[in-house]
C-alpha cells in the first residue's frame, strides 16, 4: 500500500515539473497559434544553464532558476524576432520549419559545446522517510517551485495589463490591434515567457534525472502530450495534463518496465486526438 501512495506523490511532484514544461508550449498556442518545434532545445539549454551556474558560478540549481527565467525570457523574446516575427501570418509549415530550424541551430551548437556525454546535478537533499519508501526532498522542492511558477503566471495573466493585452490577444488580435495594444510587444513577450518557462522547467528537471543535450526531446514529447492531454491553449488543462501523465509514468511502471512509457504517451495523444481533440479542459 505503502508503494503506491509513494507513487502517486512522486507522481504528482514529477508531474508539476512536466505541467511547467507544457505551460510554456501552451502559452505560445494559445497566443500566437505557432507549434513551437524548439520548444526541446530550450529545455535542454536550460538544463545545462543549471548545470554551468552550480559548475562554474557556484550556485545552488534552486538559486539559478531566477537568472536562468529572466535569461530564457530575453532569450525567447530574441528568438521570436530572429525566427517567428517574418513568417508569423504565412501557412503553418513555415512557422513549423522556421521552429524546428532553430531547434537544429541550437542542439547543433549544444552538442559541439557539450557533446552528448550524459551530465547530473547532486542536490545532496536527502529524502522524506515514509513506512518503507522514501521521497526525495529535491522532488519536494521542484513540486512546490513549480506550483509558485504556475500562479505566478495565472496572476501575471489576469492581473496586470500586460498580462490582460496577452489573453486579449490571443482571442482577437486585430481588434486589440484597433484598441491600441502593441501586438508585436505581446507575441514576443508571450514568445519569451513560453521560452523562459521551458529553460526553467529543464533546470528543475535536471536537479532530479541525469540528461544530455538530447533530452529535450523527450520532455518536448511529454510536452505535447500533455497540451493535446489538457487541451491546447488551455493552462488550467496543462497542470491538468502535466498531474495525469505523472501519475500514469508512476503508478504504471510499478508493474510494467519503464520503456513501455514512451509507447503509452503516443497511444494516450492517438486516443485524446481521435475523441475529444479539444482535450480534457480546451475549448473548442
Known amino acids: 500500500m505503502l508503494v503506491w501512495v509513494n507513487a502517486i506523490i512522486n507522481g504528482v511532484l514529477i508531474g508539476l515539473a512536466y505541467a511547467i514544461a507544457a505551460l510554456g508550449l501552451n502559452l505560445i498556442w494559445g497566443?500566437?497559434?505557432?507549434i513551437n518545434l524548439s520548444h526541446g532545445a530550450f529545455i535542454a539549454l536550460g538544463m545545462f544553464a543549471a548545470y554551468l551556474?552550480?559548475?562554474l558560478l557556484g550556485f545552488s540549481v534552486y538559486t539559478a532558476l531566477i537568472p536562468i527565467f529572466i535569461a530564457g525570457l530575453a532569450v525567447g523574446t530574441v528568438a521570436f524576432f530572429v525566427s517567428l516575427y517574418r513568417v508569423l501570418n504565412e501557412k503553418e509549415l513555415s512557422t513549423l520549419l522556421s521552429t524546428y530550424a532553430l531547434s537544429l541551430i541550437?542542439?547543433?551548437l549544444g552538442t559541439f559545446f557539450f557533446t552528448t556525454n550524459p551530465?547530473?546535478?547532486?542536490?545532496?537533499?536527502g529524502s522524506f522517510t515514509l513506512g518503507y519508501s522514501s521521497i526525495s526532498y529535491a522532488r519536494i522542492i521542484v513540486g512546490v517551485v513549480s506550483l509558485l511558477l504556475a500562479a505566478a503566471l495565472y496572476l501575471f495573466l489576469f492581473k496586470t495589463s500586460l498580462g490582460k493585452a496577452i489573453r486579449a490577444v490571443s482571442q482577437n488580435p486585430t481588434a486589440s490591434k484597433l484598441y491600441g495594444i502593441n501586438t508585436t510587444l505581446v507575441l514576443s513577450v508571450s514568445f519569451g515567457i513560453g521560452v523562459a518557462f521551458a529553460t526553467v522547467s529543464g533546470a528543475l528537471i535536471a536537479s532530479l534525472f541525469p540528461f544530455t543535450i538530447l533530452s529535450g526531446s523527450v520532455y518536448e514529447l511529454k510536452s505535447?502530450?500533455?497540451c493535446v492531454l489538457g487541451g491546447l491553449g488551455s493552462p488550467a488543462g496543462a497542470i491538468l495534463g502535466g498531474l495525469i501523465l505523472g501519475l500514469l509514468e508512476n503508478i504504471l511502471t510499478l508493474k510494467i518496465?519503464?520503456?513501455y512509457m514512451p509507447f503509452?504517451?503516443?497511444t494516450i495523444l492517438v486516443i485524446i486526438l481521435l475523441i475529444k481533440p479539444s482535450g480534457l479542459w480546451g475549448r473548442r
Request: hydrophobic content about 60%; aromatic content about 8%; overall charge neutral.
Open 31 to 34: 497566443v500566437m497559434k505557432v
Open 53 to 55: 551556474s552550480i559548475k
Open 106 to 108: 541550437i542542439i547543433g
Open 119 to 125: 551530465r547530473a546535478i547532486d542536490t545532496h537533499m
Open 224 to 226: 505535447f502530450v500533455i
Open 257 to 259: 518496465p519503464v520503456d
Open 264 to 266: 503509452i504517451e503516443f
